[in-house]
């Protein structure tokens, strides 16, 4: 089984201020990796997926780059919406897995 | 508009069944790879199953396998968790999802709203 690790755990920012978010993969997945914005009491949302790909509707200001073992997520500029936990998801290989999520808070 | 909607959801026994449904409308369901995902109370999403169109594929996770079943009927567009043997720790919202990406299992891209199962003596 693939184990994705998720880092930090928990961001702590403030609106306007840039996020990065970090996937790592335990053994490669090449490009088939993708991200998930959940909110409390929501079902996630698909942000990007294989790894760069923005999702249909989601803002530009939602980016994600990697390969292989190391995937991140970038927020340019946090909105106050944006405030969530993320997941990364790996499609590479069954089972497929989640990231124990990282939780961007103010 | 495309929805999934799950039902079924509730309170059982330990070692009792459960049969989850989920209502697609708004596109092809009979075209639509599907799966299965759940989540404990406060904890991180879980992948549980999938199966293809056809219905030729279907995948388990470890921690269902032999338990769980998945199944779909494209005529009546839904899709089916039928849950046996059920345990504490299967306690969760589950979320049926469509997959989407060539090749393996794919990424979700639409979700329903999920349905509580909550196994307790």
């Known amino acids: 089984e693939i184990v994705l690790t998720q880092s930090p755990a928990t961001l702590s920012l403030s609106p306007g201020e840039r996020a990065t978010l970090s996937c790592r993969a335990s053994?490669?997945?090449?490009?088939?990796l993708a991200w998930y914005q959940q909110k409390p009491g929501q079902a996630p949302r698909v942000l990007i997926y294989?790894?760069?790909n923005r999702a249909t509707g989601i803002p530009a200001r939602f980016s994600g780059s990697g390969s292989g073992t190391d995937f991140t997520l970038t927020i340019s500029s946090l909105e106050p919406e944006d405030f969530a936990v993320y997941y990364c998801?790996?499609?590479?290989?069954?089972?497929?897995?989640f990231g124990g999520g990282t939780e961007v808070e103010i | 508009q495309v929805q999934l909607v799950e039902s079924g959801g509730g309170l059982v026994k330990p070692g009792g069944s459960l049969r989850l449904s989920c209502a697609v409308s708004?596109?092809?369901?009979?075209?639509?790879?599907m799966s299965w995902i759940r989540q404990a109370p406060g904890k991180g999403l879980e992948w549980v199953s999938y199966?293809?169109?056809?219905?030729?594929?279907?995948i388990y996770a470890d921690s269902v396998n032999g338990r769980f079943t998945i199944s779909r009927d494209n005529a009546k567009n839904s899709l089916y968790l039928q849950m046996n043997s059920l345990r504490v720790e299967d306690t969760a919202v589950y979320y049926c999802?469509?997959?989407?990406?060539?090749?393996?299992?794919?990424?979700?891209?639409?979700w329903g709203q999920g349905a509580l199962v909550t196994v307790s003596s």
């Open positions: 294989d790894a760069s």
């Open positions: 053994q490669s997945v090449s490009r088939y």
């Open positions: 998801q790996q499609r590479s290989n069954w089972p497929l897995t």
């Open positions: 999802a469509r997959a989407r990406g060539a090749g393996l299992g794919g990424y979700f891209d639409i």
């Open positions: 199966i293809n169109k056809g219905s030729s594929q279907r």
């Open positions: 708004g596109l092809s369901f009979s075209d639509t790879y």
